[in-house]
């Protein structure tokens, strides 16, 4: 498929170089599968229903039980980061096209709550439940203690990556911290400030790190060794 270069997209897809890679290398998504962990994933937007099968959908209550429901959204922020994800190609309504990958499949697997809030028990039981029961390639988890080191969900985050799954994080919505400071005054939460994490934080349309986005300091030689 070739996308059109003077299509209209957002600015993040114009940073990235989206549809000149998708172009250059012929992708667009088709035969990846990711799963969205979050608030849930509404089966009605039009900009995703054609890429979330029904049957893809898994709910949590905040123990990290198995809740049987039909997939929804009742905050909007799992739908929202799906549409990021891979939202149409040609979008409903007079928007620019948003959607990095228009054809990946998602699976939608609710471990927030409509307040937005979530246990690392409800986190760590959908992290389990996508690694032993789908075929799903990435894990997207945009969410984030505020802020907190903490190694809770590494031990599932890590069986995830042994099977075979990418996760992405979130780094945090708490601002950057002081310029001085060290690795324990990082504003980062779980699991995106996890090394085995690909994690990330925001930019505006000038490619500056927005402040809200949480940032952090790290010793690469005592972080990750010598190279």
Do not use: C, K
Request: glycine content about 14%; charged content about 20%.
């Amino acid at each position: 498929e070739s996308f059109e270069e003077d299509q209209t997209v957002t600015y993040g897809l114009e940073q990235m170089g989206v549809l000149e890679a998708q172009d250059q290398h012929d992708v667009d998504g088709d035969g990846v599968t990711v799963a969205i962990f979050d608030s849930g994933l509404s089966p009605d937007h039009p900009d995703i229903e054609d890429q979330f099968p029904d049957e893809n959908w898994q709910d949590f209550d905040s123990e990290g039980n198995l809740v049987d429901t039909e997939p929804f959204d009742n905050r909007g922020h799992g739908t929202n980061v799906a549409g990021i994800v891979g939202g149409a190609a040609e979008p409903a309504g007079d928007v620019p096209r948003y959607g990095v990958a228009p054809e990946v499949e998602f699976w939608g697997v609710r471990v927030l709550g409509d307040d937005g809030s979530g246990t690392f028990a409800r986190i760590n039981a959908g992290i389990e439940f996508v690694t032993e029961n789908t075929d799903v390639d990435i894990a997207a988890m945009s969410l984030s203690t505020s802020p907190a080191q903490t190694g809770a969900a590494l031990e599932p985050i890590n069986n995830m990556i042994a099977a075979g799954i990418i996760p992405s994080g979130s780094a945090g919505n708490e601002g950057p911290p002081p310029a001085d400071a060290g690795y324990e005054d990082s504003t980062t939460g779980a699991p995106g400030d996890y090394f085995s994490v690909l994690g990330s934080g925001a930019v505006d349309s000038n490619n500056d790190p927005a402040g809200f986005s949480s940032g952090g300091f790290i010793d690469v030689d005592e972080a990750f060794g010598p190279f």
